[in-house]
């Protein structure tokens, strides 16, 4: 089993900053991408950013530019540092983790894990 544990979320005011964490722990082999998503009252869950194995990255228009997403294998810890805050940035963050395990017969099976969720508050 995978557990994810995010901090950093919080209240700040419009164009401040934040930085996410998110620790992975237990059985970390073959983690490949690492990501963030966000889902704010009365919305869909939506990716914000993500970041596979070998470095290579994506994100959300809407936060392209003022957040970066990183990760440092040997801690198996993934940020995400958030810049120029919005209100509409308000939302509960999730970190994600994609496993592939191969199963008796050598067929690799996608296995997402999820953490419990931080808030992140954005004041006009």
């Known amino acids: 089993q995978v557990q994810l544990a995010e901090s950093g979320g919080g209240l700040v005011q419009a164009g401040g900053s934040l930085r996410l964490s998110c620790a992975v722990s237990g059985s970390t082999f073959s983690i490949d991408a690492m990501g963030w998503f966000r889902q704010a009252p009365g919305k869909q869950r939506e990716l914000v950013a993500k970041i596979t194995s070998g470095g290579s990255t994506n994100y959300a228009d809407s936060v392209t530019g003022r957040f970066t997403i990183s990760r440092d294998n040997a801690k198996n810890t993934v940020y995400l540092q958030m810049n120029s805050l919005k209100p509409e940035d308000t939302a509960v963050y999730y970190c994600?983790?994609?496993?592939?395990?191969?199963?008796?017969?050598?067929?690799?099976?996608?296995?997402?894990?999820w953490g419990q969720g931080t808030q992140v508050t954005v004041s006009s």
């Open positions: 994600n983790a994609d496993q592939y395990r191969h199963d008796y017969y050598g067929i690799p099976h996608l296995y997402e894990y």
